[in-house]
Nanobody, 118 residues
Framework: VQLQASGGGLVQAGGSLRLSCAVSGTFFVINYVGWFRQTPGKERELVAISASAGSTTYGDSAKGRFTISRDNDKNTAYLQMGGLKPEDTATYYC?????????????WGQGTLVTVSS
């Protein structure tokens, strides 16, 4: 099972970006999928998570500005980011927990850099 993240880039403060995370491979269910972010010298922090039952959890920095959604037919999750601030600049990592024949597996995708200019 692999995660493919895309959608990062450079945007001006106040702008918007949409990140995508596609889950591919053989699995029974995507228990949850979402994004964390990290800047140099800091711990990785939760941005948003979407669970298979439909619940969502947002980190404090994302509440009110970011929206996570899922297309279950495409096994893809999206993070719509709006009202971006320079402090949102970070490497964003897609993460998922899936159930496979080997049991539960936590996966990380490659990071995608988001840069917000002031």
């Amino acid at each position: 099972v692999q995660l493919q993240a895309s959608g990062g880039g450079l945007v001006q403060a106040g702008g918007s970006l949409r990140l995508s995370c596609a889950v591919s491979g053989t699995f029974f269910v995507i228990n949850y999928v979402g994004w964390f972010r990290q800047t140099p010298g800091k711990e990785r922090e939760l941005v948003a998570i979407s669970a298979s039952a439909g619940s969502t959890t947002y980190g404090d920095s994302a509440k009110g500005r970011f929206t996570i959604s899922r297309d279950n037919d495409k096994n893809t999750a999206y993070l719509q980011m709006g009202g971006l601030k320079p402090e949102d600049t970070a490497t964003y990592y897609c993460s998922a927990f899936v159930t496979t024949t080997r049991g539960g597996e936590r996966l990380w995708g490659q990071g995608t850099l988001v840069t917000v200019s002031s």
